[in-house]
């Protein structure tokens, strides 16, 4: 058995691709090294971190037995989960038995399709959330005393050093006039007001620059056809950049959304620049309101917090100052890699029985209860077949239709990734219950149910 560690990915994307960079670094400053195994085909910070760490890239587009040969040959496995269909492949399929791994949460849990589904919360194995919202998360308030012992927390950290550099040199003399988006850019994730936020701000006379991907161009035109004006920038290599050219952060999104650590903020915070936001729960758990920056309850408010600090330079100071200082406290990545250190010694020492069993077995139609085993809170699959017939496709649909109806979440469900039916169906494209489920789909949201994605 090799005494290392090893990283299970679905991916590796901006938000982990920074968290575990700044991971690595550490270890390699103490000539440590780690292993990272990429189910996907990796699309960003696959440089830096193979410079850093042992990287297999793309493994289930070959074998799952690699996958386990390497899993098996490790002291303790951390997991980086989210509702990924490669990963939520891997595990019902192949399972965990005897091992000693960790799951460690980047999505929040909070709601579908973003779950951490119970047959994660079951297995027995140590459970770490990347922020206290999840703890929140309906199945994990059912959980009992005993249960609920095998969760934790470590809040998720990229290196700040270069943001904080550029926050404690910030200096301001006039309104506070640019205002920055930073993220995701795409109303799976943001407020479906964002658009009308940013028209009307930008009517007020605010510069408004959006960072990002993937429905920059859509965003835009959304806040054209509102009367305003933006400037897209896509994405960008160095984003510490944008952070120095700007005043104050914007940051609405939608109370539904996927994300925890959120490093935008963190990042933002760091370079000095006072967050807006809405009162969401990860927000919640990184802004103090008043302090480092404000949590809007409803448009309105968002946009006069805005105002606020536009037109009260002492408080943009104060706030400003503030910002750095909590990043400081808050967000260091050596509290992220000593928690995190501390969990894996731990898992190292211990002795117990935990083990995740497949659940595919025997299923025609693994891709479409992957899906379902891994995406609704509850049972909506049938308790007693290992059938794909017992799993209703109406009857998922009716969910996902009542949701849609009830909170207008079509672009959380249509969605080409983040975990939606059109996400797993990219991976199991001969899912004839993904088909049927997704031209249902397409029916609801008007389009054609024939239409090959959205």
Same mark, same amino acid.
């Given at each position: 058995?090799?005494?290392?560690?090893?990283?299970?990915?679905?991916?590796?994307?901006?938000?982990?691709?920074?968290?575990?960079?700044?991971?690595?670094?550490?270890?390699?400053?103490?000539?440590?090294?780690?292993?990272?195994?990429?189910?996907?085909?990796?699309?960003?910070?696959?440089?830096?971190?193979?410079?850093?760490?042992?990287?297999?890239?793309?493994l289930?587009?070959?074998?799952?037995?690699?996958?386990?040969?390497?899993?098996?040959?490790?002291?303790?496995?951390?997991?980086?989960?989210?509702?990924?269909?490669?990963?939520t492949?891997?595990?019902?399929?192949?399972?965990?038995t005897?091992g !000693?791994?960790? +799951?460690?949460?980047?999505?929040? #849990?909070?709601? /579908?399709?973003?779950? &951490?589904? %119970?047959? $994660? *919360?079951?297995?027995?194995?140590?459970?770490?959330?990347?922020?206290g919202?999840?703890?929140?998360?309906?199945?994990?308030?059912?959980?009992?005393?005993e249960?609920?012992?095998?969760?934790?927390?470590?809040?998720?950290?990229?290196?700040?050093?270069k943001?904080?550099?550029?926050?404690?040199?910030?200096?301001?003399?006039?309104?506070?006039?640019?205002?920055?988006?930073?993220?995701?850019?795409?109303?799976?994730?943001?407020?479906?007001?964002?658009?009308?936020?940013?028209?009307?701000?930008? !009517?007020?006379? +605010?510069?408004?620059?959006?960072? #990002?991907g993937? /429905?920059?161009?859509? &965003?835009? %035109?959304? $806040? *054209?056809?509102?009367?305003?004006?933006?400037?897209?920038?896509?994405?960008?290599?160095?984003?510490?950049?944008?952070?120095?050219?700007?005043?104050?952060?914007?940051?609405?999104?939608?109370?539904?959304?996927?994300?925890?650590?959120?490093?935008?903020i963190?990042?933002?915070?760091?370079?000095?620049?006072?967050?807006?936001?809405?009162?969401?729960?990860?927000?919640?758990?990184?802004?103090?309101?008043?302090?480092?920056?404000?949590?809007?309850?409803?448009?309105?408010?968002?946009?006069?917090?805005?105002?606020?600090?536009?037109?009260?330079?002492?408080?943009?100071?104060?706030?400003?100052?503030?910002?750095?200082? $909590?990043?400081?406290?808050?967000?260091?990545?050596?509290?992220?890699?000593?928690?995190?250190?501390?969990?894996?010694?731990?898992?190292?020492?211990?002795?117990?029985?935990?083990?995740?069993?497949?659940?595919?077995?025997?299923?025609?139609?693994?891709?479409?209860?992957?899906?379902?085993?891994?995406?609704?809170?509850?049972?909506?699959?049938?308790?007693?077949?290992?059938?794909?017939?017992?799993?209703?496709?109406?009857?998922?649909?009716?969910?996902?239709?009542?949701?849609?109806?009830?909170?207008?979440?079509?672009?959380?469900?249509?969605?080409?990734?983040?975990?939606?039916?059109?996400?797993?169906?990219?991976?199991?494209?001969?899912?004839?219950?993904?088909?049927?489920?997704?031209?249902?789909?397409?029916?609801?949201?008007?389009?054609?149910?024939?239409?090959?994605?959205?």
């Open positions: 058995m090799h005494d290392e560690i090893v990283h299970l990915v679905p991916h590796l994307g901006g938000g982990v691709g920074a968290v575990l960079t700044g991971y690595f670094e550490i270890r390699d400053r103490l000539e440590l090294r780690d292993t990272v195994l990429c189910l996907d085909e990796c699309r960003s910070n696959v440089k830096e971190i193979c410079n850093l760490a042992n990287v297999h890239d793309g289930m587009r070959g074998s799952a037995d690699q996958v386990k040969r390497l899993l098996v040959e490790a002291n303790v496995v951390v997991i980086h989960y989210w509702n990924h269909p490669l990963l492949r891997y595990l019902l399929e192949e399972g965990l005897s !000693r791994y960790i +799951f460690w949460a980047h999505n929040s #849990g909070l709601s /579908e399709p973003h779950i &951490i589904p %119970d047959y $994660v *919360i079951d297995s027995g194995f140590r459970i770490l959330f990347t922020s919202a999840s703890l929140n998360a309906p199945n994990i308030l059912d959980l009992s005393f249960q609920k012992k095998r969760l934790g927390v470590v809040r998720s950290s990229r290196s700040l050093s943001f904080q550099s550029r926050g404690t040199c910030r200096l301001l003399t006039r309104r506070a006039n640019r205002l920055l988006y930073l993220g995701t850019v795409s109303l799976t994730k943001m407020h479906n007001s964002a658009p009308k936020i940013f028209a009307e701000l930008s !009517r007020l006379g +605010f510069r408004i620059d959006i960072v #990002g993937d /429905e920059e161009v859509r &965003i835009r %035109d959304e $806040v *054209i056809a509102n009367g305003g004006t933006v400037t897209i920038h896509g994405e960008v290599e160095e984003p510490s950049d944008k952070y120095a050219r700007s005043d104050i952060f914007i940051y609405p999104l939608r109370p539904d959304h996927y994300g925890t650590g959120e490093q935008v963190a990042e933002a915070l760091a370079s000095g620049l006072p967050v807006v936001a809405f009162d969401n729960p990860a927000e919640r758990e990184l802004i103090e309101h008043g302090v480092t920056g404000f949590l809007a309850t409803d448009v309105i408010s968002f946009i006069e917090y805005v105002k606020l600090l536009s037109d009260n330079l002492e408080l943009y100071k104060a706030m400003s100052n503030s910002a750095v200082n $909590v990043s400081r406290e808050k967000f260091d990545i050596n509290l992220m890699y000593q928690g995190l250190m501390t969990e894996i010694a731990s898992e190292a020492r211990a002795s117990h029985t935990a083990s995740l069993p497949g659940r595919l077995e025997g299923f025609r139609d693994s891709g479409f209860a992957a899906f379902v085993y891994s995406s609704f809170f509850g049972n909506i699959h049938g308790e007693s077949s290992n059938c794909a017939a017992d799993i209703d496709v109406n009857l998922v649909f009716e969910k996902i239709e009542a949701t849609i109806k009830e909170s207008g979440t079509d672009r959380i469900w249509t969605s080409p990734t983040k975990s939606s039916p059109f996400h797993y169906l990219n991976y199991f494209p001969e899912s004839d219950g993904l088909n049927e489920l997704c031209k249902l789909i397409r029916g609801l949201c008007g389009q054609p149910r024939n239409s090959g994605s959205f």
